[in-house]
């Protein structure tokens, strides 16, 4: 006999966990299925990105940051630290400790909206009358038993796995992908990293301010193509720097994988092959969506020839009733585009009219400084031909970020020239996360930048400086610049 669902989502990612809540909280029947384990094995809810991904990452970010803060900028504050010294062992201790918190609130979360957790790996097995019949395995879980489920609804949000470099196998030991590039118990004195993207760039950070002597190899001749030029000088010239060594053009021609390293032969665009060796190599090429054991064929779906499953504007796919969103979809690989997805899904099974604009979704990467923008940049702008108005800020010029430490960086406001509506918002500077979510509102609301310089600012703060480049924009000028 299979229990009966209004809806049942495959995967307690972002997407997925945030989907099944909200379709509870709408009074619908829901499970999830998740089976996802730990390497201490207990099963765990969040996904990549609360055990291996987003969460496990920032708490790796903050502490080597302190690390980095307490051995070179203390100082300049006055305050003489002897002795610093890493305990490695207690910080990823700590770093698990904010992983289990986070993945134990889920269950919590689950409990509270009475969501069932459906424990193991789910697959469509087929489809009758107005269900469909899903199948629930873990070999540990109800002795073995396969489980069927039905529902009306299915939310498939399954996420997505690291792309392979072929040629290259990952062990989590000598050569990681995020997994192990997350959890090295010892600092690698010379640490490969393949692809200059955000994983590369953020775990390359951790372990640069921990003391590895970081190499990342990019294939492409442009350093982070795609953010906007100005915020991409500004970061290769800090990073650099910071004594990141960063080769662009990189053609991998081979890895060789040892007891103790890995030794990368390569060459510069058409140039001279070259080696690194390293004791420890991260490969972050991409990722790709997850749809393996997922039975679709049951259901008459077939992925994309990139892999992902083909959707609407509202995540419907070609299934009556299945609906696919996060990772597994077209669009940015972010939590919080999952996230979104994941409301709008189980808030249009409810009947409601919801949507997304999807030309506001921020992005982040968590570097030193942190990069983060929403909306067009310069060049997407000029692509279109589309007449605007840029200004800039520096936060050398910020009071907040004088005294903190932290004026490295500035924040880009475009806007239209004609009606002023604010087109995109570039940041590069501490903080630019928090930051950013001021510009996404503001362009969420279809504001001008003069909306933006009209409205008070706490000061001193570092937002200010989102209001000088917006008033720097717009005919009424920045005041402090
Ligand atoms: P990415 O797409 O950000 O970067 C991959 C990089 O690898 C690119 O610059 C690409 O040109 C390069 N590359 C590809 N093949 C290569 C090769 N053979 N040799 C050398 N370089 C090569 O991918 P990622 O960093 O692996 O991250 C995966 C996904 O996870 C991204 O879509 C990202 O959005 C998401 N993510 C987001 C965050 C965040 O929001 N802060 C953090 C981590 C991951």
Redo the contacts with the bound molecule.
């Keep these: 006999m299979s229990q009966a669902y209004d809806v049942v989502v495959i995967g307690a990612g972002p997407g997925g966990y945030i989907a099944a809540i909200r379709a509870a909280q709408l009074g619908m029947r829901v499970a999830c299925v998740e089976g996802w384990r730990n390497p201490d094995g207990e099963l765990a809810l969040g996904g990549t990105c609360l055990n291996v991904?987003?969460i496990p990452?920032k708490a790796l970010l903050a502490s080597s940051e302190n690390f980095e803060l307490a051995r070179e900028s203390f100082d300049a504050h006055g305050i003489g630290v002897d002795g610093v010294r890493l305990d490695l062992a207690k910080m990823q201790k700590r770093k698990a400790g904010v992983v289990q918190k986070m993945t134990k609130g889920i269950e919590f979360l689950f409990r509270k909206n009475k969501v069932t957790w459906l424990k193991g790996f789910g697959c469509f097995v087929g489809h009758e009358d107005d269900a469909y019949r899903i199948e629930v395995a873990d070999d540990e879980v109800n002795g073995g038993q396969a489980q069927l489920v039905d529902a009306k609804h299915v939310i498939i949000a399954t996420g997505?796995k690291?792309?392979a470099?072929p040629g290259v196998d990952v062990d989590n030991r000598v050569v990681c992908d995020n997994v192990g590039a997350l959890a090295m118990t010892e600092v690698p004195k010379r640490l490969g990293v393949?692809?200059?993207?955000?994983?590369?760039l953020?775990l390359g950070s951790v372990w640069r301010r921990l003391g590895a002597e970081v190499t990342v190899?990019?294939?492409?001749p442009t350093f982070l193509?795609g953010v906007d030029e100005g915020v991409r000088k500004e970061a290769w010239k800090r990073f650099r720097e910071q004594g990141l060594r960063i080769e662009l053009d990189?053609r991998?021609a081979g890895v060789e994988v040892g007891a103790d390293g890995a030794r990368v032969r390569y060459s510069i665009g058409d140039g001279e092959p070259q080696v690194l060796d390293c004791d420890r190599l991260v490969v972050?090429?991409?990722?790709v969506p997850n749809t393996d054991g997922l039975g679709l064929d049951a259901v008459d779906l077939a992925v994309d020839e990139r892999g992902f499953v083909p959707v609407d504007e509202y995540c419907r796919t070609s299934a009556p009733n299945v609906w696919a969103i996060g990772d597994v979809v077209r669009g940015?690989?972010?939590?919080h585009k999952a996230e979104d997805e994941g409301v709008m899904v189980a808030e249009r099974i409810a009947g409601q009219d919801a949507r997304i604009d999807y030309g506001t979704i921020p992005?982040?990467?968590?570097t030193s400084p942190e990069i983060a923008w929403v909306g067009r940049n310069e060049e997407q702008l000029k692509k279109e031909g589309r007449a605007f108005k840029a200004g800039q800020f520096p936060f050398s010029a910020n009071g907040r970020a004088l005294g903190s430490g932290h004026s490295a960086g500035f924040v880009k406001v475009l806007a239209d020239a004609a009606t002023d509506e604010v087109l995109g918002v570039h940041i590069v500077s501490a903080a630019a996360s928090e930051l950013i979510a001021e510009a996404t509102l503001a362009m969420e609301f279809r504001a001008s930048a003069e909306d933006i310089g009209r409205v008070s600012h706490p000061h001193p703060s570092m937002s200010e400086a989102l209001r000088e480049a917006a008033l720097a924009a717009t005919d009424r000028r920045s005041l402090n610049s």
């Design positions: 991904g987003c990452s997505s690291p792309r470099l393949i692809g200059a993207g955000v994983i590369g953020e190899l990019e294939a492409l193509a990189a991998i972050s090429v991409g990722r940015p690989m972010l939590a992005w982040v990467i968590y």
